[in-house]
Each structure stands twice: as structure tokens, then as C-alpha cells.
């Protein structure tokens, strides 16, 4: 038995937490939210821990995570893990990145799968990530680059009824 402090603990003032499950397989808005560089759990490594938010849609809010492999004793592992973000640099249009920050909260489409995980039942996984509305990708970062900062007027009341990630 433990005690719980002199007050004891009331959960009438506190929300449970939420079994969530896995999002359904698909395409969705989503920005990197938050990102670490981790040690791997053999010590023999550390990735590049990214946190996706979905930004949109019916799953608006909810986490998806992923797990670049960048340094690796497998040479393959690495190169794989560079594959991915430069797909991720390539998605958000940051091409030359020095901290993972320069990466956060700028949206792009990303590609949800399911794996089915033995011991854990079905996760998501991101296999793919693309930039959205021509942004991102090395042949229109000129042209994004000259676009003007802010809409016209003549365009401004149309465009501020669109995502934010849609007026960019």
C-alpha cells in the first residue's frame, strides 16, 4: 500500500487518459511539432525523435511520431534515415537545416500506414512525406521564394477562409 499525500488523489478533478487508436491509413496535413535527438535502446546509436500533429480532418490534434536512424552502425540503416529526411527537408522546403527546430511547424502531407506490431498491435507509421500547395520541392523553392509574403487585397478575403498551411 502507498499513500497518496495528505490530501489523497481526487480524479473527479482530473481528465483520464484516452486509449487512442491508431488513425485509419491515409494521407494527412500534419506539421513536426516537437523533436529530440535520442540515444537508441542498444546505446550503439541515437535518431532523430520527430512529433507530427495532424493539422486537419477528423483526426485534427492527434500525435503521429517517427524515428530517424542517423547515426547507426549499419551504414544502410543510416542511409535510409538520410533518405527520409531529406524527403522531410525536401516537404517543408529547408533544404540546408542545422537543428532540427528550423524543421517545426511548417505543414506538409504525410503518409500514414499501419503496421501490425506483435507486441503492440497496430501503429502508425509515416512512410512518405510531401509538400503541399507546390511549396517544398528544390524546382518551386525559387518561385516560393519571389511569391509575395501576404495576399493581395483583391485576394485577401478568399484566402482567409482557407488553413493557414493553404495561404502560405
Given amino acids: 500500500m502507498s499513500n497518496l499525500g495528505p490530501n489523497g488523489f481526487d480524479a473527479t478533478q482530473v ?34 525523435w520527430l512529433e507530427f500533429t495532424i493539422l486537419d480532418g477528423p483526426y485534427a490534434g492527434r500525435k503521429l511520431w517517427a524515428q530517424v536512424n542517423l547515426v547507426n552502425p549499419s551504414t544502410q540503416a543510416v542511409e535510409i534515415a538520410q533518405r527520409e529526411l531529406s524527403a522531410i527537408c525536401h516537404a517543408v522546403g529547408k533544404l540546408r537545416v542545422q537543428d532540427s527546430m528550423e524543421l517545426h511547424n511548417i505543414p506538409m502531407e504525410v503518409n500514414v500506414k499501419i503496421k501490425n506490431d ?29 511569391a509575395p509574403s501576404s495576399p493581395s487585397p483583391a485576394k485577401a478575403g478568399k484566402d482567409s477562409k482557407l488553413p493557414p498551411w493553404k495561404q502560405r
Fill in 118 to 146: 506483435a507486441e503492440y498491435g497496430p501503429q502508425n507509421v509515416i512512410r512518405g512525406y510531401k509538400a503541399i500547395n507546390g511549396r517544398g520541392n528544390v524546382a518551386s523553392a525559387p518561385a516560393a521564394a519571389a
Fill in 15 to 48: 481528465e483520464p487518459t484516452v486509449d487512442f487508436e491508431h488513425v485509419p491509413a491515409g494521407r494527412y496535413i500534419a506539421e513536426i511539432t516537437d523533436s529530440d535527438m535520442r540515444e537508441n535502446s542498444k546505446g550503439t546509436g541515437e535518431y532523430l
